[in-house]
């Protein structure tokens, strides 16, 4: 069977009067993520795996910072154009498994609205799709709270038909 695997990774500073987004689920914290986009790591780490995977670069070559259409764009509709392309190359997600690295807010109660939201941008059962959290222990820019980053691996199946 022919298999592909991607990883991502992305960090963004948090900042005040900024919306704190992951996985396309707007969080309560009085902090949120400086971007040119939403800033929503979690959304972006996924993209950099799925377009890893296939060898097809990263977010930033398809929605580069530089161009003002992608100022305060929605990553779950960047989510669904990197979806629309791995189907038109002839693939599917097999799955998911992302962790999202921060040390406040505590995410635990927010994991599985952004696994549901995900789930449906990228038309797969929330089964194939891990969202997980951790904190850094208090070391490096994380643990300092002065940032959030989020990791993926993403695994491509071929689409029948």
């Known amino acids: 069977m022919n298999l592909r695997i991607g990883n991502g990774y992305d960090i963004h ?8 987004i992951l996985g396309g689920i707007q969080i309560p914290h009085d902090l949120g993520l400086l971007g040119h986009s939403d800033a929503d790591v979690l959304t972006h780490a ?12 990263d977010i930033g ?3 580069p910072p530089s161009d003002p259409q992608w100022a305060g764009a ?3 509709k960047l989510l669904a154009q990197v979806n629309a392309l791995i189907q038109s ?3 599917k997600i ?4 992302s962790v999202v ?8 109660p927010h994991l599985p609205a952004m696994r549901d939201r995900l789930a449906s941008i990228l ?5 194939q799709i891990s969202v997980k959290a951790t904190t850094n222990e208090k070391l490096g820019p994380i643990g300092r709270e002065e940032g959030i980053a989020a990791y993926a691996v993403a695994l491509l199946l071929p689409r029948e038909g």
Do not use: C, T
């Open 94 to 97: 097999g799955n998911l498994d």
């Open 61 to 63: 070559h398809y929605f």
């Open 101 to 108: 690295v921060a040390e406040r807010p505590k995410l635990k």
């Open 46 to 57: 996924i993209m950099d795996a799925m377009l890893g995977a296939l060898s097809l670069g």
């Open 89 to 91: 190359k002839g693939w």
């Open 13 to 20: 500073r948090l900042v005040s009067d900024r919306p704190l």
């Open 123 to 127: 038309q797969i059962v929330p089964d």
């Open 74 to 76: 929605d990553s779950l």
